[in-house]
């Protein structure tokens, strides 16, 4: 085919590009392991709280600097085990996260860091982060919910 | 009836095109997402 040495050049660059980032996900997710943060695990929405991991949500420390962290999310309200709904997590811990709602759609985003997931009826929701810098972050919904979408919050305390 | 004209089609030399400046505004265009793309991996690494 006849075709200009330029066109060769960005041809090559963007089949290269799109060649690299094909092969990161496969990496991604047949070698490390990364899922999608809710990945078919299912329970009964109104049954929620029968369920073995949401009978007593909060901050569970299940290893050396490593946690469990359950949270119930309902309809306008993070259930994260304590009445000012505040949770202390050291600086540096490994945070595994479990979420689900017990009615409509809401978001689950900490705000400033890359927790940030979508909580469905029926489906849990698991994340794993590790918190790095000290400081104050909320956690929000990020899917409109309702009308007292605005208020529902909660917040992490990531202390040295 | 007439008989239809033969015309010789023109084969287009695509080596004589002037593409500088296609590839420069390119290689641009790479760098932008380049430099988009690295920022906000910065980003999810550092958070």
Redesign the interface.
């Known amino acids: 085919m006849?075709?200009?040495?330029?066109?060769k050049?960005?041809l090559y660059?963007g089949s290269a590009t799109l060649l690299f980032f094909l092969i990161v996900v496969g990496v991604s997710a047949f070698y490390m392991g990364n899922q999608p943060p809710s990945c078919a695990v299912t329970l009964d929405p109104e049954k929620v709280r029968d369920h073995e991991l949401f009978k007593e949500p909060g901050l569970k420390q299940i290893g050396e600097n490593e946690y469990q962290l359950t949270i119930v999310a309902s309809a306008f309200n993070y259930d994260v085990g304590t009445d000012d709904k505040v949770i202390e997590v050291p600086k540096g811990a490994t945070v595994h996260i479990s979420s689900t709602t017990t009615d409509v759609i809401h978001g689950f985003e900490i705000a400033?860091?890359?927790v940030n997931m979508m909580l469905e009826p029926g489906y849990i929701s698991t994340l794993t982060n590790t918190f790095?810098?000290a400081g104050t972050y909320t956690l929000v919904c990020n899917e409109y919910c309702g009308v007292g979408h605005h208020m529902m919050a909660a917040t992490i305390e990531v202390v040295e | 009836m007439a008989k239809p004209v033969e015309k010789e089609q023109q084969?287009?030399?695509?080596?004589n095109?002037d593409?500088?400046g296609?590839?420069f505004s390119?290689i641009i265009l790479?760098a932008i997402i380049l430099i988009s793309w690295l920022g906000v991996w910065y980003l999810?690494i550092?958070?």
Request: net charge positive; proline share 0%.
């Open positions: 006849n075709m200009h040495k330029y066109e050049i960005w660059l400033g860091t890359n790095k810098n | 084969v287009e030399q695509h080596d095109y593409l500088r296609t590839l390119v790479a999810f550092s958070r």
